[in-house]
C-alpha cells in the first residue's frame, strides 16, 4: 500500500464481486472515469454486472470456492486485463488477508485496508485483545485458555458459570450470524457447544469459538468509519441494524431513532480510537451492541463496505465508494470531523428472493420487474426483467433506500415505494417489509434486535402472494360490474331507460 508520501493513480479498476455491489462499484469507478473490468462465474454469464462493465473475464464455474473465491483466476483476470486496483465489495473476498497479499504482489492496489488490519480485526478474539488494549469497551467476555478459545465443552462451561448465563458463543474466525448461539441455562450449553464449533467449521474452517455475555434486548448499533494514508480518521456517525432475523440484517436506517447526540459522540470517538488501534485505511465498521441503558460495547469490525452503506451517503451526502478509490490512491480525507454533519433520514431495505415467512431462498426467473421512483428513492440492483436468481449465491435482489427530511417522512416514503414494488416469477419478502413499515412499534421507532420475534404473530402471518392478490381483485371487480349491470334499469326500445334514481329527480325504478 502507498505511504502518506506516495501516490498511485488508478485508471482501471477490477471488481471482484457480483450482484449490487458489483453494479454499484462499477457505477462509481466510471464517474470518476476508471476504465472497468468484470468477472463471472458461469452461472453470472448474462448478470447485470458483467453487461455493464467495459471488459469482463470468466473466472470458474458456480460454485463460490472455484470463481469468486478464487483468488488466483481473479489476479490472472486482473492481469490479463491490465488493471490497475481491485476492489473486493463486500463478502467473498473483502475480508481475506491473503487476498490483499496477493494483489500487493501482483502489483495491484486493493481498495481497502492492510493485510495486517484485517488479520487483527477479523480474528474476533484478537480484535477483543486490541480493543481492550485500546480501551475500547467490549462485552464481558472470555477468550479461553491462552485467548485461543474452548477445545473441550467443560472449560467453556465454567467460563459460562464465571460469566452469568445467559451466554453467545461465537466463532472467532468469522461473523455474520454463523457460528454463533445463545444458550441461557447450563443444561444447554453442551448442545449449544457443539452446534456453534460444527458451524464455525463449515463456515470459516476454524471450529475456534470463544464466550461473550449476552446483553438482553440491546440495539445493534453500527458506526462508519474512514481513514487515509495519511493517519486521518473520522466517523460518518452511526446505522441502526436491529431488525435482524437469524442475526442477519434485514432493514437498516440512520441516525437511529434511540441514539441521541451525546451517545453519537460517545461511540463515534470510540470507534475512531478502535480504527486508529490498527491503522486502519479506507472504509470501515464498528458495530457495537447498545443495552437499554444506553451503555455500549463493542462486538466487531468490519473490514470492508458495509451492505448498508447507502444510508449513510443519504444522510451525509458523500459517495463512500470514491472516497475509497480516493484514499486507495494516496489522497487525504477532503474533510475534517467537525465538516460532517447528519441531514434528515433513511430507511434501507434489503429485497431478497425469498420466501417472505420463512426466509427461505427462492431462485428462479424474474418474469416482472417494475421498480419504484420518485424523490429520495435509490434502488441499488443487481437484477433485471428475464434474469435468473440462481440458487448458488445470496438472494438479494436489491437494497430500496429512501431519505426523508425526518424519519416520519422516510418511513412514509418507504411505505409508498414498497408498495409500488413489484417483481413477478419468484417469491420475495417484499410483503414482509410492507407489514414492517405499518407496525405501529417499528413506525415509532421502538425496536431492538428481538423485534422480528415479538413481532412475528404480524409479520410473519401467511400472505396472499401478490399475483394471486391481483387475480382475486379482478374477479371481485367483474362480480361487482355484473351486480351492477343487474341493478339498472332496463333498456327501452329507442335505447334510452325508464327512470330510475340514477337520475336526479326520477323516482326508483321498481322493476316489473
Known amino acids: 500500500m502507498p505511504s502518506s508520501r506516495e501516490f498511485r493513480p488508478i485508471r482501471k479498476v477490477l471488481v471482484a464481486n457480483r450482484g449490487e455491489i458489483a453494479v454499484r462499484v462499477l457505477r462509481a469507478c466510471r464517474e470518476l472515469g476508471m476504465a472497468t473490468v468484470a468477472v463471472y462465474s458461469e452461472a453470472d454469464r448474462a448478470a447485470l454486472h458483467v453487461r455493464m462493465a467495459d471488459e469482463a473475464y470468466p473466472i470458474g464455474p458456480p460454485p463460490a470456492l472455484h470463481s469468486y473465491l478464487n483468488i488466483e483466476r481473479i489476479i490472472e483476470a486482473a ?24 494483489c500487493e504482489a501482483a502489483g495491484l492496489v486493493f481498495i481497502g485496508p492492510s493485510a495486517e ?3 487483527t480485526m477479523g480474528d474476533k478474539v484478537r480484535a477483543r485483545r486490541a480493543m481492550e488494549a485500546a480501551g475500547v469497551p467490549v462485552v464481558p467476555g472470555d ?4 485467548e485461543r478459545g474452548f477445545p473441550t465443552v467443560e472449560e467453556a462451561l465454567q467460563a459460562a458459570r464465571r460469566i452469568g448465563f445467559p451466554v453467545l458463543l461465537k466463532a472467532a474466525a468469522g461473523g455474520g450470524g454463523r457460528g454463533m448461539r445463545l444458550c441461557d441455562s447450563e443444561a444447554r450449553f453442551a448442545a449449544a457447544y457443539d452446534s456453534a464449533r460444527r458451524e464455525a467449521k463449515a463456515a470459516f474452517g476454524d471450529d475456534t469459538v470463544y464466550l461473550e455475555k449476552a446483553v438482553v ?14 493517519g486521518n480518521h473520522v466517523y460518518l456517525f452511526e446505522r441502526d441494524c436491529s431488525v435482524q432475523r437469524r442475526n442477519q440484517k434485514v432493514i437498516e436506517e440512520a441516525p437511529s431513532p434511540f441514539v441521541d447526540a451525546r451517545l453519537r459522540q460517545q461511540m463515534g470517538e470510540v470507534a475512531v480510537r478502535a480504527a486508529k488501534a490498527v491503522g486502519y485505511v479506507g472504509a470501515g465498521t464498528c458495530e457495537f451492541l447498545v443495552a437499554e441503558d444506553r451503555s455500549f460495547y463493542f462486538l466487531e469490525m468490519n473490514t470492508r463496505l458495509q451492505v448498508e452503506h447507502p444510508v449513510t451517503e443519504m444522510v451525509t451526502g458523500l459517495d463512500l465508494v470514491h472516497l475509497q478509490i480516493q484514499v486507495a490512491q494516496g489522497h487525504p ?3 475534517r470531523q467537525e465538516d460532517l454533519a447528519l441531514r434528515g433520514a433513511a430507511i434501507e431495505c434489503r429485497v431478497y428472493a425469498e420466501d417472505p415467512v420463512r426466509f427461505l431462498p427462492s431462485p428462479g426467473r424474474i418474469t416482472l420487474l417494475r421498480t419504484p421512483g420518485g424523490p429520495y428513492v435509490r434502488d441499488d440492483s443487481g437484477v433485471y426483467e428475464g434474469m435468473e436468481i440462481t440458487p448458488f449465491y445470496d438472494p438479494m435482489i436489491s437494497k430500496l433506500v429512501v431519505w426523508g427530511g425526518c424519519r416520519a417522512e422516510a418511513v412514509a416514503r418507504m411505505r409508498r415505494a414498497l408498495d409500488e414494488y413489484r417483481i413477478g416469477g419468484i417469491k420475495t419478502n417484499l410483503p414482509f417489509h410492507r407489514r414492517v413499515m405499518r407496525e405501529p412499534d417499528f413506525v415509532r421507532g421502538q425496536y431492538d434486535t428481538g423485534y422480528i420475534e415479538a413481532h412475528k404473530a404480524v409479520l410473519l402471518a401467511p400472505y396472499v402472494p401478490e399475483e394471486a392478490s391481483l387475480e382475486l381483485a379482478a374477479q371481485a371487480a367483474a362480480i361487482h360490474a355484473a351486480a351492477l349491470r343487474e341493478s339498472l334499469p332496463p333498456r ?3 335505447g334510452g331507460t325508464e327512470p330510475s334514481a340514477w337520475r336526479a329527480g326520477w323516482p326508483g325504478w321498481r322493476g316489473r
Open 117 to 119: 488490519a484485517m488479520d
Open 217 to 230: 434486548r440491546p440495539r445493534h448499533i453500527e458506526i462508519q468509519v474512514f481513514g487515509d494514508h495519511h
Open 333 to 335: 480525507l477532503p474533510f
Open 492 to 494: 327501452r326500445a329507442d
Open 143 to 146: 477468550n479461553g485458555s491462552g
Open 79 to 102: 492481469r490479463r486485463a491490465g488493471a490497475d486496483a481491485i476492489h473486493p465489495g463486500y463478502g467473498f473476498l473483502s475480508e481475506r488477508a491473503a487476498f490483499v497479499r496477493a
